[in-house]
């Protein structure tokens, strides 16, 4: 079994917390993590997505209302909404009896759905975790390339061939599709859901344009924002904003928006091996957002992503910001030969970062001028990963 490197992050979080929420897509690993987790805690399991184990919460606070001593885990709870009063209720006994923490896990695969349902009743009383996909810390280097290209998704990553790989992403999307998005508004067509996601994936990293969107579609713009929105709620896409800072130049405002799993990404397109992807016209655009997206999760909490363009051309692909101000700036080269372009070193001027990288697929760490380091994905998410509190 690969360790996650969250499985710590949680462990703390239910000594200091009543109930914590693990958030993620679905099949990123939630339930086996849960499951490690609560073993050591005579946890006990639900899976409310189990007729069965739905059945035995018809009176949940008499059933939950037996078990306060045990770590409780419920797997999908954004289905039972009508349980979070009875969980306050649950754990504010608790507390007044002297037990203050780790009480509830709870488990979902939407995040606002879940965020709101838990934010109305349980504040104070909760703390949330993302998990997502494995990440280039969590993998063998040699490895780098399975994960850019069968995406970091367990069972497509650990399939015993790119074949079985690219059948699961399949499967998966399908299943999204045909399955769990209707749970979230029964007016969503599936056909037209996958014809917007692919072409997401064909716009991999790029400014969305949603009037286009709306056009190519035959759907009204509020229907396009309301897709989008819908895709990052599910944790699959990712919106990453431009930073705003008044240095009197015209700035990008429109967000960039990516599919945040290279290998659904590359299912979506048809991709289904390494040959292949090196030869599509997405290639440069899928390294670029695999970068980004391993970089993200990298990082402190407390710093934020961006990106940087202005509209003289100056731009940086991936800028973190410190609450203190303190910032990092990354371009991301998919050759070995590392020209800098001027828009760059624009950007530098204008931002004056305090550490500057060039993120390539090589492994030798040097630098390309006296601000400037070329580094690796790997070597640059453990110098993240070290540089303050996840």
């Not at 009197?248 to 799993?261: E, I």
């Not at 292949?276 to 934020?304: K, M, R, T, Y």
Request: hydrophobic share 40%; charged share 25%.
């Amino acid at each position: 079994m690969i360790e996650r490197i969250l499985i710590h992050k949680l462990q703390k979080a239910l000594t200091l917390y009543p109930a914590v929420a693990l958030l993620g897509p679905r099949q990123s690993g939630k339930t086996t993590l849960a499951l490690e987790v609560g073993s050591a805690r005579d946890a006990l399991y639900l899976d409310l997505e189990s007729e069965l184990d739905r059945s035995k919460l018809a009176s949940p606070e008499l059933y939950l209302g037996e078990r306060l001593d045990r770590l409780v885990i419920l797997d999908e709870v954004h289905r039972t909404p009508g349980l979070f009063p009875v969980l306050r209720g649950l754990i504010d006994k608790n507390r007044r009896a002297g037990r203050r923490s780790g009480q509830y896990l709870l488990l979902g695969s939407a995040s606002l759905d879940l965020l709101r349902q838990t934010g109305e009743t349980l504040a104070g009383r909760i703390s949330y975790l993302e998990l997502t996909p494995f990440s280039i810390l969590e993998i063998e280097n040699s490895a780098l390339d399975a994960l850019w290209v069968r995406g970091g998704f367990p069972d497509s990553l650990l399939a015993v061939d790119d074949g079985v790989s690219y059948q699961w992403r399949l499967d998966f999307i399908r299943t999204y599709l045909e399955r769990d998005i209707p749970q979230f508004g029964s007016r969503i067509s599936a056909e037209t859901l996958r014809k917007f996601w692919t072409m997401l994936a064909w716009n991999q990293g790029g400014l969305i344009n949603q009037a286009q969107f709306a056009r190519n579609l035959s759907i009204d713009i509020k229907t396009v924002g309301n897709y989008l929105d819908l895709l990052v709620d599910l944790l699959l896409v990712r919106r990453l904003l431009p930073w705003q800072e008044n240095i009197g130049k015209r700035l990008v405002r429109t967000p960039k928006v990516f599919v945040r799993d290279s290998g659904l990404v590359h299912a979506l397109l048809g991709i289904a091996d390494k040959e292949s992807l090196l030869s599509h016209p997405v290639v440069g655009q899928s390294w670029e957002c695999f970068v980004i997206e391993n970089l993200l999760n990298a990082a402190p909490d407390l710093a934020q992503g961006y990106f940087w363009r202005t509209s003289g051309g100056a731009e940086i692909d991936l800028l973190l910001v410190w609450p203190d101000g303190k910032k990092w700036a990354v371009e991301i080269k998919r050759s070995l030969s590392l020209k800098l372009e001027r828009g760059f070193h624009s950007a530098q001027e204008d931002l004056k970062p305090e550490r500057s990288f060039v993120v390539y697929p090589g492994t030798e760490r040097y630098r390309i001028s006296e601000t400037v380091e070329a580094i690796s994905l790997r070597d640059l998410a453990l110098e993240l990963r070290a540089s303050g509190p996840v």
